[in-house]
């Protein structure tokens, strides 16, 4: 319980408190990363949190080009092709 106040202590101190971050602790399990998580986005400042949603927002727009500027390049390297027609005619 000691480590853990600890913790929180270091982490308010430093200035640079991301709010949009990966898995801090490899080791940490699932809860431990939702608290941890949690803590941080409570903590965080309003320079942060639009920090972060401006981030967030450009790399959706980032991805939707890069998906569409592959679209556009499947489609312009697409060949039509076309097999030859055979006509059958009974009586």
Do not use: W, Y
């Given at each position: 319980?000691?480590?853990?106040?600890?913790n929180r202590q270091q982490k308010q101190s430093?200035?640079?408190?991301?709010?949009?971050?990966?898995?801090?602790?490899?080791?940490?399990?699932?809860?431990?990363?939702?608290?941890?998580?949690?803590d941080e986005f409570i903590h965080a400042s309003?320079?942060?949190?639009?920090?972060?949603?401006?981030?967030?927002?450009?790399?959706?727009?980032?991805?939707?080009?890069?998906?569409?500027?592959?679209?556009?390049?499947?489609?312009?390297?697409?060949?039509?092709?076309?097999?030859?027609?055979?006509?059958?005619?009974?009586?």
């Amino acid at each position: 319980m000691e480590t853990t106040q600890n913790n929180r202590q270091q982490k308010q101190s430093s200035p640079t408190v991301s709010s949009c971050r990966k898995k801090k602790n490899e080791e940490a399990t699932f809860l431990e990363d939702v608290k941890d998580h949690i803590d941080e986005f409570i903590h965080a400042s309003m320079q942060e949190h639009k920090s972060c949603f401006k981030n967030t927002i450009h790399k959706m727009f980032g991805m939707s080009k890069i998906v569409a500027q592959r679209e556009a390049n499947v489609e312009s390297k697409e060949v039509e092709s076309s097999l030859a027609l055979r006509t059958v005619v009974t009586e």
